[in-house]
């Protein structure tokens, strides 16, 4: 399985790419949405985790390009996750699949990438829901 981790914090994406390795991903990464957006033309992703508050173009514009330009796709698109440090807000149900608080929790991590591929597979679920920024370890 292949993903994508956005996100103009470069610890954020060292930390992130770090535990999806320990969850057997392949992954890449993009500091903004532009590079995601063009990632996305050049490679395939089953999973893009997106970070909502980026400078230029924020993660919602992101990932509503990446889910427009790939929703011709046999899979359907990648699996979309919004990571924010926010609480999770109901529009972000129409374009992403699950949401993940920051700080990240492997076990959540792993929980929330679970559900959200549930949800693209089967359609006519509820998006997988996070409680907001997370608490406990990092790893």
């Known amino acids: 399985m ?5 996100d103009d914090d470069s610890m954020n994406r060292e930390l992130l790419r ?3 390795v320990r969850l057997g991903w ?3 990464d993009a500091s903004d949405g532009r590079a995601a957006q063009a990632s ?3 490679a395939s992703y089953d999973l893009v985790l997106v970070d909502l ?3 230029g173009i924020d993660g919602m514009a992101t990932a509503g390009a990446i889910r427009a330009a790939t929703k011709e796709a046999a899979s359907g698109g990648p699996c979309l996750i919004a990571a924010s440090g926010s609480e999770r807000r109901d529009d972000h149900d129409a374009v992403f ?3 993940l608080g920051k700080p990240f929790i492997l076990s959540e991590l792993a929980s929330c990438i679970e559900a959200a591929l549930k949800c693209r597979r089967q359609p006519g679920l509820p998006p997988s829901r996070g409680d ?4 406990g370890s990092a790893i």
Not at 2 to 6: D, E, F, K, T
Not at 132 to 135: E, F, H, I, S
């Open 2 to 6: 292949r993903a994508l981790v956005v």
């Open 18 to 20: 770090r535990m999806l």
């Open 26 to 28: 392949s992954v890449d």
């Open 40 to 42: 996305c033309e050049h």
């Open 53 to 55: 508050m980026m400078p």
């Open 97 to 99: 699949d699950g949401f």
């Open 132 to 135: 907001g920024p997370a608490t």
